[in-house]
């Protein structure tokens, strides 16, 4: 058993978490939310002991806690160099191999070089170098953005019957109804505990937050009281019962208003993005004619054909590996076809957000970037970046402090400041929390122009309404 007490965790003086008391065994399954930059990783981080905090307790009774973080690294080396270096000794390999059959690794080579191995390989591979401790607590953030539709698939069966404890931090929806047993919100540094999948959780907030503004009324219903009372006693003409009165009123307003303040619930949400296109749903977007690429005499794709007309909305889905950031990078201009012809409309302004921002200075503050690559006035970039939740003491950070999720908003934020005929958004709801996947979609479900959409989040995909699907797999596609 894990069992956090009042515990209170502060950065440059500033509380992220606040007295916050926990408890979580017994091969329980629990997701962690909430928006980005709340103090999720930095949970984590004290849980596994990667963070001090200033007050309360933290008591690991009895259990091994493994930990994957959301961001994977590897040296450059092999597969099996690298296990073998988390074994006791060479001949325990036997371990390997059962848990390689454990996790369903039916690609698994180990000579090949981790470099090589697609997102869900490297995720497979460091929840095997994980479970190599033994652990009977696995904290795993953001498990699903390193996976495909069918890896996710594998996983959350494999999350379900784990013998083990698990505690993550996830933002997919359709994910966590699959899996969890109880979910774990951070909010206005306070912890709050919901017992069910994602559904549940979302029926007992919606409560939660009616009882919360019918408390907030009755509170500024009886401040009014007190206070119209201490008038009234103050106009009392005898001096001696002027003052006890006034004395017993003012007691009552630090009991039971001063002691005991109740505030509005509000939900900050990054605001609602408009995308204005004049492009009819005749004109051609992109075609492919014929088209092959290779990568180093390997065919990626061959004799490859499909077109996207004005207004259509695609899924582009396939296994991790199949080639569908080579088909976004070959309308983009970025690499070029082997043979055959890729044929982009005319005048059109085609908007590309990478599903890794590799783009971001991470050495710049937040507004000096904005305005640089915007080329926005100074004094609007506050307004502008206000609309994705970050307020005018968070624009003197380095896009380097930010968190993944932070990143991402921020990233959307570039790419939203110009209107586009065609949006080509790679896994674009990656490291989003939820209240900005929503907006997200309803954005996107608005848009009248063409999108293309690279996501495995199903919940997601369904919210914004594609028209079709483009299913990309051994070097085919098919149009649905």
Partial sequence: MIIGSNITKSFTGEPILDNISFKIGNNKKVALVGKNGCGK???FNVITGNYEYEKGSIKIESEVVGYIPQELSFEDEMVGEFLEKRLENSWDFYKVEKLVEDL???NFDQYQEIKTMSEGQKMKLKILETLLTDPTVLLIDEPTNHLDIEGILWFEKYVKNLDKTVLMISHDREFLNNTVDEIWE???KKLLVFVGNYDDYKEQKLKLIDKWNEDYVRFVRKKHQLETLLENVRKIKDGKKRGTAVSSAKKRID????????????NKKMNQVNFETGITHSKLMIRFDDVTKTYKDKPVFENMSFELRGGEKVWLLGPNGAGKSTIVKMIMGVEQATSGEVKIGENLKI???AQKQ???DFEQNIHDFFVKETGCFYYDAFGLLGKFMFEKKDLTKKVGELSPGQRARFAFALFAYKNYDMLI???PDNHLDIDTK??????LRNYKGTLLLISHDRFFVERLGTDSIMYLRDGEIVKE
């Fill in 41 to 43: 990783s930095t949970l």
């Fill in 104 to 106: 369903e690794f039916t």
């Fill in 186 to 188: 951070i909010e206005n």
């Fill in 255 to 266: 009991r039971e208003i001063e002691g005991n303040k109740k505030e509005k619930y509000v």
């Fill in 351 to 353: 908007g590309y957000f």
């Fill in 358 to 360: 590799t783009h971001l």
């Fill in 425 to 427: 958004l790679d896994e």
């Fill in 438 to 443: 929503e907006v997200l979609e309803d954005s």
